[in-house]
């Protein structure tokens, strides 16, 4: 029988850890994550992060966090540097209005970058996502030029499917996306 793919059934997974990476639910502690990624040029252009910051609004992007699984929509985890249990960036998973097809979204904060943070964190959750029923497809929107996100998705597993002309709304003008996806035949059940 084939798999019934609907949204809100995406559960809070077990500890994902590659020894480096550890990916939790987010908590008040994680506030100073959110505070330097407010301060990003590029981060809260794309994402619910309050710019500027306040801590009545960082509260109110974590809760907005725990409401992803409550809701439905997906899950939000902190990527921690596992060991000190810090927070360093963010990773997500949202249904798309395709049954089975969920988006992947990331960033990781300025002082915490080019240590493989992001590749680690996307390819756990990854892997762990597509061992569930109800996901059949991931997939990632890039703007062309965003070179690290680009290699954390090929680093990923992720492949290039193409490009979608003027599919992104940014700052009310428009802009070409690539589109990136893993299904489960692409990936080794191991994280890289
Ligand atoms: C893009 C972003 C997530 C990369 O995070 P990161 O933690 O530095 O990524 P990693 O350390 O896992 O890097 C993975 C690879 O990308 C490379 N890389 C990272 N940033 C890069 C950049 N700006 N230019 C070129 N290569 C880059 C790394 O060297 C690494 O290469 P390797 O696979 O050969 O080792 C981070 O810069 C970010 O949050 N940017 C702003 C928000 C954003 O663009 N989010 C993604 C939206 S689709």
């Given at each position: 029988m084939d798999p019934v793919y609907r949204p809100g059934v995406i559960p809070e997974p077990?500890?994902?850890?590659d020894g480096q990476v550890l990916l939790r639910s987010w908590t008040y502690c994680d506030l100073p994550c959110v505070e330097e990624a407010s301060r990003d040029p590029v981060i809260p252009t794309g994402t619910?992060?309050?710019?500027?910051?306040s801590e009545q609004a960082g509260l109110a992007f974590l809760e907005r966090q725990w409401q992803r699984s409550a809701s439905g929509e997906g899950l939000s985890l902190a990527i921690t540097e596992a060991g000190t249990d810090t927070a360093v960036g963010l990773v997500c998973l949202l249904h798309r209005q395709q049954p089975g097809v969920v988006g992947v979204g990331f960033w990781t904060v300025e002082s915490r970058r080019r240590r493989g943070f992001a590749r680690r964190g996307v390819s756990l959750l990854s892997r762990w996502a597509l061992?569930?029923?109800?996901?059949a497809r991931l997939e990632a929107l890039v703007e062309p030029d965003n070179e690290g996100s680009i290699r954390v998705l090929e680093g990923a597993g992720f492949r290039r499917e193409g490009l979608l002309q003027a599919y992104l709304d940014i700052h009310a003008t428009r802009a070409d996306a690539l589109l990136y996806s893993l299904i489960g035949e692409d990936v080794d059940p191991s994280p890289r």
């Amino acid at each position: 029988m084939d798999p019934v793919y609907r949204p809100g059934v995406i559960p809070e997974p077990p500890e994902l850890s590659d020894g480096q990476v550890l990916l939790r639910s987010w908590t008040y502690c994680d506030l100073p994550c959110v505070e330097e990624a407010s301060r990003d040029p590029v981060i809260p252009t794309g994402t619910t992060v309050p710019s500027p910051f306040s801590e009545q609004a960082g509260l109110a992007f974590l809760e907005r966090q725990w409401q992803r699984s409550a809701s439905g929509e997906g899950l939000s985890l902190a990527i921690t540097e596992a060991g000190t249990d810090t927070a360093v960036g963010l990773v997500c998973l949202l249904h798309r209005q395709q049954p089975g097809v969920v988006g992947v979204g990331f960033w990781t904060v300025e002082s915490r970058r080019r240590r493989g943070f992001a590749r680690r964190g996307v390819s756990l959750l990854s892997r762990w996502a597509l061992g569930l029923s109800a996901v059949a497809r991931l997939e990632a929107l890039v703007e062309p030029d965003n070179e690290g996100s680009i290699r954390v998705l090929e680093g990923a597993g992720f492949r290039r499917e193409g490009l979608l002309q003027a599919y992104l709304d940014i700052h009310a003008t428009r802009a070409d996306a690539l589109l990136y996806s893993l299904i489960g035949e692409d990936v080794d059940p191991s994280p890289r």
